[in-house]
């Protein structure tokens, strides 16, 4: 008789604890604070955009990683469902030293940290300043980076509500004073960093947009400050390229424009409480091009985010489609300040970043490249035979002894120029090991499978260090040697190793190829034997 009222009790406690705990774990586990490791302060950030696959996990990014799927993981696992699964239960933290306060990291690391993990977008996203006094018509909001042992900060901003005409983005702003105190530290937009090739968002500032009062005319002359008033409710976004035609320099930029829309997609618009954009926001991305180098080149990256055109700036003017209301304008990093080009000059022990990883599995999923291969197939040599500047005159003597000594590897030796983009990155996701005298085609070493080499023959005593530090991101071999440029009339004193062409010696050839086809052959996934 006194067992059924007890057996309810039960029930409805245990339902309520359930509920509970449901509820309480569920907090945990959508809870936007992540702990930057480096700067140890609670951010305010939304979670970093889906990556895609990250094969290359950084152990210095174990940290971050771990510690939201401990939390997420094990409270999710222990309270979904109605049944409390007592074989996947809640753990204890792991030991203290996998988590190293910010004294155990030394500079090197920080160094690295704050470039090449996510550290980096997440710094960026959490230094967001609004510009413009409140009672202005458009907001002008910029995003900050801050790497460590760089005093300079890089700057990009979006702009909402704005008006084009005549060739300029109208940003009716009146701007904030400088010593505000959440100002002070940062930048102002007028003394924003300038950069090389005339890029970056004060140039682009200055010559497009029309900052302040003086906007103010052209909202009222096209209604745009009425509701009612047809507006673009897409994100423009302004690109000011510094050429066009090297590869290198050119993925620096389109790197920028993916991290600075990543970091917008992270960054909490205080206005809102929601993040500057969402990932649905990002398909109605449309790429305007400011200036006018005159080539289409790499057209197919600047698409990675929307299928919209890439357009000219007259292109845009001509479109039928253009209004002059505008909701949202971004003005994204330039190519040098991505960090990638930062102490390219210097030796650096920065590995496996997944920043890098993901910039790869992205662009072969935007290209649609596979990167399965055929593991059991000889081992695949692939020679950047430059035609251009810097060729190595005796390529062909080169080469032939390698196909000589080698027979069971395949040597491809290509003219990287007459291929597209699509067909360069699919012969490299294939290439075991990428050889070439110094040039913008080293930078292939982004799209080598992992566990590969990357063998960079150094034009007369040039210490670049740039592709040495990307395979190392990479987790990849790297050997190099010196070529002395080749026989010319021209005085010493007048050669410069940029435009001159090279000899290299076959023996030291053979000898760097040797180290660098054994480091692969039986390392890792391959198996096939190479003489
Ligand atoms: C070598 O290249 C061929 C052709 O591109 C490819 O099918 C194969 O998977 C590659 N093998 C290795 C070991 O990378």
Same mark, same amino acid.
């Given at each position: 008789m006194i067992r059924r009222p007890l057996s309810f009790l039960t029930i409805a406690i245990a339902i309520f604890v359930?509920?509970?705990?449901?509820? =309480?774990?569920? $907090?945990?586990?959508?809870?936007?604070?992540?702990?930057?490791?480096?700067?140890?302060?609670?951010?305010?950030? !939304?979670?970093?955009?889906?990556? %895609?696959?990250?094969?290359?996990?950084? @152990?210095?990014?174990?940290? +971050?990683?771990?510690?939201?799927?401990?939390s997420s993981v094990t409270t999710k696992t222990a309270f979904s469902g109605s049944k409390v699964d007592t074989t996947v239960d809640s753990v204890a933290p792991l030991p203290a030293d996998y988590s190293p306060s910010d004294d155990d990291l030394d500079q090197d690391a920080t160094w690295c940290?704050?470039?090449?993990?996510?550290?980096?977008? $997440?710094?960026? !996203?959490?230094?967001?300043? @609004? =510009?413009?006094?409140?009672?202005?018509?458009?907001?002008?909001?910029?995003?900050?980076?801050?790497?460590? %042992?760089? *005093?300079?900060?890089?700057?990009?901003c979006i702009a909402r509500n704005i008006v084009f005409e005549d060739l300029r983005f109208n940003i009716d702003c009146e701007l904030r004073d400088p010593h505000e105190p959440d100002l002070m530290g940062y930048p102002h937009p007028h003394n924003f960093q300038s950069y090389w090739y005339e890029t970056g968002p004060r140039i682009i500032m200055t010559?497009?947009?029309?900052? %302040?009062?003086?906007?103010?005319?052209?909202?009222?002359?096209?209604?745009?400050?009425?509701?009612?008033?047809?507006?673009?409710?897409?994100?423009?976004?302004?690109?000011?390229?510094? %050429?066009?035609?090297?590869?290198?320099?050119?993925?620096?930029?389109?790197?920028?424009?993916y991290f600075t829309?990543? !970091?917008?997609?992270?960054?909490?618009?205080?206005?809102?409480?929601? *993040?500057?954009?969402?990932?649905?926001?990002?398909?109605? +991305?449309?790429?305007?091009?400011?200036?006018?180098?005159?080539?289409?080149?790499?057209?197919?990256?600047?698409?990675? =985010?929307?299928?919209k055109p890439v357009l000219t700036l007259d292109e845009y003017v001509k479109d039928p489609s253009t209004k002059p209301c505008i909701s949202n304008l971004i003005i994204p990093l330039p190519g040098a300040a991505n960090p990638l080009w930062q102490g390219d000059w210097d030796p650096r022990i920065c590995d496996h970043s997944i920043i890098v990883s993901t910039i790869r599995s992205r662009i072969l999923k935007h290209l649609k490249i596979s990167a399965a291969r055929d593991l059991r197939s000889p081992i695949n040599v692939t020679f950047i035979d430059r035609k251009g500047s810097r060729k190595l005159i005796n390529s062909k003597e080169l080469t032939d002894a390698l196909i000589a000594a080698y027979p069971k590897v395949n040597v491809n030796v290509v003219d990287m120029a007459k291929l597209s983009l699509k067909e360069q990155i699919s012969l490299v996701v294939n290439t075991d090991v990428l050889v070439g005298v110094h040039g913008a085609g080293h930078t292939h070493v982004l799209f080598l499978p992992s566990q590969s080499s990357l063998v960079e023959i150094l034009p007369a005593d040039l210490g670049h260090r740039g592709f040495r530090n990307l395979a190392g991101l990479r987790g990849i071999r790297y050997f190099s040697d010196h070529a002395p440029m080749a026989p010319s009339d021209k005085p010493d004193a007048l050669r410069d190793w940029h435009a001159e062409d090279v000899v290299f010696d076959k023996d030291a050839f053979m000898k760097l190829m040797e180290v660098a086809i054994q480091s692969v052959a039986h390392r890792g996934l391959l198996d096939s034997d190479v003489s």
């Open positions: 359930i509920f509970y705990l449901y509820h =309480f774990a569920n $907090q945990f586990a959508v809870s936007p604070h992540l702990r930057s490791p480096v700067t140890g302060d609670d951010t305010r950030i !939304a979670p970093p955009p889906p990556l %895609g696959a990250q094969p290359d996990a950084n @152990p210095k990014d174990r940290y +971050i990683t771990v510690t939201t799927t401990v940290e704050t470039r090449y993990s996510p550290t980096y977008l $997440q710094t960026i !996203a959490k230094n967001a300043r @609004p =510009f413009c006094k409140p009672e202005s018509q458009s907001q002008l909001d910029c995003l900050h980076s801050t790497m460590y %042992g760089e *005093p300079r900060k890089d700057s990009l010559q497009f947009t029309k900052i %302040g009062s003086e906007a103010a005319p052209v909202f009222e002359k096209h209604a745009c400050s009425n509701p009612a008033t047809p507006r673009d409710d897409g994100y423009k976004i302004l690109i000011k390229r510094e %050429g066009g035609r090297n590869y290198w320099h050119s993925l620096m930029e389109i790197l920028s424009f829309i990543d !970091a917008l997609q992270m960054s909490i618009n205080k206005k809102t409480g929601k *993040p500057y954009m969402s990932a649905a926001d990002t398909s109605k +991305i449309q790429v305007i091009i400011l200036d006018k180098h005159d080539n289409k080149n790499y057209f197919e990256l600047w698409n990675y =985010f929307s299928p």
